[in-house]
């Protein structure tokens, strides 16, 4: 089979065509078509997540003899020599290469000479941080006063090896690695085009295995084409890519919920045996956990690698918090696993920890051993003391006179609609009948009339009084809404710390390196709020 190696063939040479960064190419697309041009960019990112597709996309644009756009028309002779790679005033420098480091100063000192057949001369240097000082300083020189006709897209995996002084004077797009489903369904697109058979289980395994890198998958793709011939299926890319098959890990968790360990054992010298590599198998489990967690809390944002059946019934099995600590102990046995006498021994280990911090999880039921209960029923229990307190206060309390506490009367007012705008105000004077209100100006959308009208209403109503209310646009410091938030992590923060001191956690955390998530940690009675 001949083919073109398929990272070239499909590359995108358009922002339409383009995968993922949707962010990056909206206001690339915004900044093209406004014409609002900086003259330096930097796309940040890690490897294959598109840099220097963006760079030469952008390249085209500007130079597009039809005119800047963010739709350069493929077809001019710049657009052609562009997507050829032989545009006379674009110029790509890999820092990378030492030898083209020193041509970077006489590249910049070429650039003070009008361009030869476009509008802008384009340097994209990619690997920018890879820059010499002295490289460095001749760029500084250019981009402090740059000539109308240059453009600088400059790329970097590594932004902070690139100097303040040039990073400031650059445009800054970071882009994200590609998640999962975007790059099993642009190889999907991919096949479908090039008429090649396939199981799209196979590309999700593809897709993993690229980690974030569109360009890692497709050079996967290439080789998966040629090793499997006619059809790409699941079970030729897992030998290829020596994967482990999700059956073998979805077995792991039920042999532990079932607290069997020789079957554990059973399972990891199987996998041994057919060559599966154990190191990555560690990030597949811990891959496996994470989407059981995340099925618990939103069963719709499953990624799909697994049937919903197979991980609703293992989402049974587990509490969260055994889920977390299993995550824990898995990617700590990725650290381990290299200083273990070999990859099966380290495997194993990793399995027995589990088992070993398994069943105590689930059997003693951390209710009683983490303090985080007592904390809410405490907090729960002051809390309500203090409604019923607010209560009484509420029913002894002259209606006819305001005490001065907003904050108390927003809690009694019956405020309906009204009540974002009262929750967003902060009370500064009330004179002659005036409520006398301040809004911050981001909060200036509540300043409706109706809002307004039916806070004065609930007010009136309270009082039994005509009130006037006058709202002001200005800073605030303590609004109800402000006031709620603080003492809202104010109780999480006790809650984060008594959580800490405990023994069990301590324990996990000394002997494990588990970590617990401060933010993960919520008292009972702020939920649902
Ligand atoms: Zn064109």
Not at 41 to 56: C, D, M
Not at 502 to 526: H, M, R, W, Y
Request: proline share 3%; glycine share 4%.
């Amino acid at each position: 089979m001949s083919h073109q190696v398929l990272a070239r063939k499909w590359r995108p040479k358009n922002f339409d065509t383009l995968v993922g960064q949707e962010n990056t190419v909206q206001a690339l697309i915004n900044a093209l078509d406004q014409e609002r041009l900086h003259h330096a960019y930097l796309f940040t990112g890690t490897r294959g997540v598109g840099k220097t597709t963006l760079a030469r996309i952008l390249a085209k644009s500007l130079n597009c003899e039809k005119g800047i756009s963010s739709k350069p028309c493929g077809e001019c002779s710049s657009c052609l020599a562009v997507d050829k790679g032989n545009f006379v005033d674009l110029i790509e420098v890999d820092a990378a290469s030492n030898t083209k480091v020193d041509e970077m100063r006489e590249l910049l000192e070429n650039s003070q000479y009008a361009p030869t057949s476009g509008r802008f001369k384009v340097y994209i240097i990619d690997e920018v941080h890879m820059l010499s000082n002295s490289a460095f300083n001749a760029m500084l020189k250019t981009l402090e006063e740059p000539p109308e006709h240059i453009k600088f897209i400059l790329a970097t995996t590594d932004p902070e090896k690139v100097p303040v002084t040039v990073l400031s004077r650059c445009l800054q797009f970071n882009l994200k690695q590609m998640v999962i489903e975007k790059i099993s369904s642009h190889l999907d697109m991919i096949l479908t085009e090039e008429k090649i058979k396939y199981e799209k289980k196979a590309l999700g395994l593809i897709a993993k295995s690229a980690k974030g890198s569109m360009r890692d998958a497709l050079s996967i793709l290439d080789q998966a084409i040629a090793y499997s011939g006619n059809e790409i299926s699941e079970q030729k890319i897992s030998e290829m890519l020596g994967i482990v098959d999700n059956d073998f890990l979805t077995n792991i968790l039920y042999k532990l919920a079932d607290n069997k360990g020789d079957e554990l054992i059973k399972i990891s010298c199987e996998m041994n045996n057919k060559n599966i590599a154990l190191d990555s198998t560690l990030d597949d489990l811990a891959r496996l956990i994470h989407e059981v967690s995340v099925y618990q809390v939103a069963p719709s944002k499953s990624q799909g690698f697994l049937d919903d059946d197979e991980i609703k019934k293992l989402s049974k099995l587990y509490t969260a918090e055994t889920l977390q600590l299993l995550y824990q102990i898995v990617i700590n046995g990725k650290k381990d696993i290299y200083l273990a006498p070999d990859l099966l021994t380290g495997f194993n280990t990793t399995l027995l920890r589990m088992l070993a911090f398994f069943p105590s999880m689930q059997s003693e039921k951390i209710e009683s051993k983490i303090p985080e209960r007592k904390i809410e029923s405490t907090s729960k229990a002051s809390l309500e003391k203090k409604n019923s307190q607010a209560q009484i206060k509420g029913e002894l309390k002259d209606p006819q006179e305001f005490d001065g506490d907003w904050h108390e009367l927003v809690k009694n007012l019956k405020l309906g609609i009204a009540n974002s705008l009262a929750q967003e105000c902060e009370f500064k004077t009330y004179q002659n009948y005036i409520f006398e209100l301040t809004l911050d100006s981001n909060k200036s959308h509540l300043m409706q009339e109706n809002y307004i009208k039916k806070l004065e209403e609930s007010i009136i109503n309270h009082f039994n009084k005509k009130i006037k209310v006058k709202i002001l646009v200005d800073q605030v410091k303590e609004t109800p809404a402000i006031k709620s938030s603080d003492e809202k992590s104010k109780l999480l923060k006790e809650t984060e710390s008594a959580m800490m001191k405990d023994g069990f956690v301590k324990d996990l955390i000394e002997n494990f390196d588990a970590q617990v998530v401060p933010t993960s940690i919520e008292p009972i009675n702020n939920k649902g709020k």
